[in-house]
């Protein structure tokens, strides 16, 4: 199982940015698959994430209204909308999906909201 997260960079604040990422090695179509984040110093946290059968999602309280997450199952990637972003944002964002009895993680992408 392989998640890989891209799309991370310095954005100002009230700015858009869309993260991606591509997962290889497992049948995403059946499985949950989400986004957490760990900023400087804290614990790292669930963002959102989106089920497999009927696509419906979950969002942290922080992010509702302001992020959206989706998925593609044909082309095996997911990835997440991130509108009015705010400088509390800022994190390393990873991609994470519960695979027979295991978490797997993507690499980290940063994201940097400063002016």
Same mark, same amino acid.
Do not use: H
């Given at each position: ?9 310095? /954005? ?30 804290? %614990? ?16 942290? %309280? ?9 998925? %593609? ?18 994190? /390393? ?17 940063? /994201?940097?909201?400063?002016?």
């Amino acid at each position: 199982v392989q998640l890989q997260a891209f799309g991370g960079r310095l /954005v100002q604040p009230g700015r858009f940015l869309r993260l991606s990422c591509a997962a290889s090695g497992f049948a995403m179509d059946y499985y949950r698959i989400g986004w957490f984040r760990q900023a400087p110093g804290k %614990d790292r946290e669930g963002v959102s994430c989106i089920n497999s059968l009927d696509g419906s999602a979950d969002y942290a %309280d922080s992010v509702k209204g302001r992020f959206t997450i989706s998925r %593609d199952n044909a082309w095996r990637t997911m990835s997440l909308q991130m509108n009015n972003l705010e400088p509390e944002d800022t994190a /390393v964002y990873y991609c994470n999906t519960f695979y027979r009895g295991r978490n797997y993680w993507g690499q980290g992408t940063q /994201v940097t909201v400063s002016s």
